[in-house]
């Protein structure tokens, strides 16, 4: 393998599926899509993944150490991927991962995982597998705008079932992670809660380990090509012509502004920065604000909210 690993992560609707695919364009490095999801497939990772953001540390890594350096070596599992088939979508997606695993020992291209659900254990990712990380920042009001439009609202026992986790960075969120399990319909105060907790961990994440990349998805949508020449810069990645074809296509005026699929990457980047302003209430952002300010401050000026 040539250079570290990639692990790109932040909370999940916060761009890391166009930021992995566009840091894929070059064909440098291989892209794997969420390991950690608890609907991973077994041929991409052979370790169960019981909770959304599940965390690892020293304590719980027997159970993924071995199996994710497997995933960075690129050792598909076959046997294990064809006895879980179940839909011809299962079996395309396995000739999918195996052929991305292939070429990834073929071409000796460094493994990228592109995984929100990584975001609370980025130091066990930089100390036990050496990965390189960036981390997505996205407006907390854009991305409570994004659960909205999709009706995802998170259940917070995935966090509160993890007492490593608890322990660790969450527990003085647990009143009002409670409390949003009382209102299992208000995605705004979920999201924003969400919010929170993830960007506060990773602030102080950065002071640990300052080599972190953390890239705001506005930055990007305004202006990708300089954005993304300064990642691959950052990531010692050449920028070449199927880097930069692939950002401009995946970033053109003539995309749609709005995603047609929930993971599809080609958008109208700059014209999309303002959805969440018509599909949000005044009162909605106002909430939004109140709740994350203290720490989106770090990350957002007033004049990010519309003032």
């Not at 995933?71 to 997606?93: M, N, P, Q, V, W």
């Not at 929100?116 to 980025?122: E, G, M, T, V, Y």
């Not at 986790?165 to 969400?194: G, V, W």
């Not at 506005?218 to 810069?233: F, M």
Request: net charge positive; glycine share 4%; proline share 5%.
């Amino acid at each position: 393998m040539n250079g570290k690993p990639f692990l790109v992560t932040g909370a999940h609707r916060t761009g890391t599926t166009w930021v992995g695919k566009m840091l894929a364009a070059s064909g440098e490095a291989a892209y794997i899509s969420e390991p950690l999801n608890i609907w991973h497939r077994p041929g991409v990772l052979r370790a169960r993944v019981g909770n959304w953001y599940q965390y690892l540390c020293p304590e719980n890594e027997a159970s993924f150490l071995v199996a994710l350096q497997e995933t960075l070596a690129f050792k598909y599992h076959l046997g294990r991927e064809i006895l879980s088939l179940r839909s011809r979508k299962d079996f395309l997606r396995m000739c999918r991962d195996e052929s991305i695993f292939f070429k990834g020992r073929l071409f000796n291209q460094r493994p990228l995982l592109k995984d929100p659900f990584a975001i609370f254990s980025i130091p066990w990712f930089i100390t036990c597998l050496n990965c390189q990380v960036v981390v997505t920042v996205r407006h907390p009001a854009g991305f409570a705008s994004s659960l909205k439009k999709l009706g995802w609202p998170f259940d917070f026992r995935h966090l509160l079932d993890q007492p490593l986790l608890m322990d660790a960075y969450l527990e003085p969120y647990r009143r009002q992670m409670e409390a949003c399990l009382a209102q299992p319909e208000d995605i705004i105060a979920q999201s924003s809660l969400l919010w929170l907790m993830i960007y506060t961990t990773v602030a102080n994440f950065r002071k640990q380990f300052p080599e972190i990349i953390i890239t705001r998805h506005e930055d990007l949508a305004q202006d990708p090509v300089k954005g993304y020449q300064n990642l691959y810069r950052q990531l010692g990645l050449s920028f070449n012509a199927s880097a930069r074809n692939s950002i401009l296509n995946s970033s053109s005026s003539e995309n749609p502004r709005e995603l047609k699929q929930v993971h599809a990457t080609r958008l109208d980047s700059r014209a999309s920065l303002n959805n969440w302003k018509r599909r949000l209430t005044l009162e909605e952002i106002q909430s939004i604000r109140s709740l994350t300010e203290e720490v989106a401050s770090q990350y957002y000026e007033s004049l990010d909210w519309g003032e």
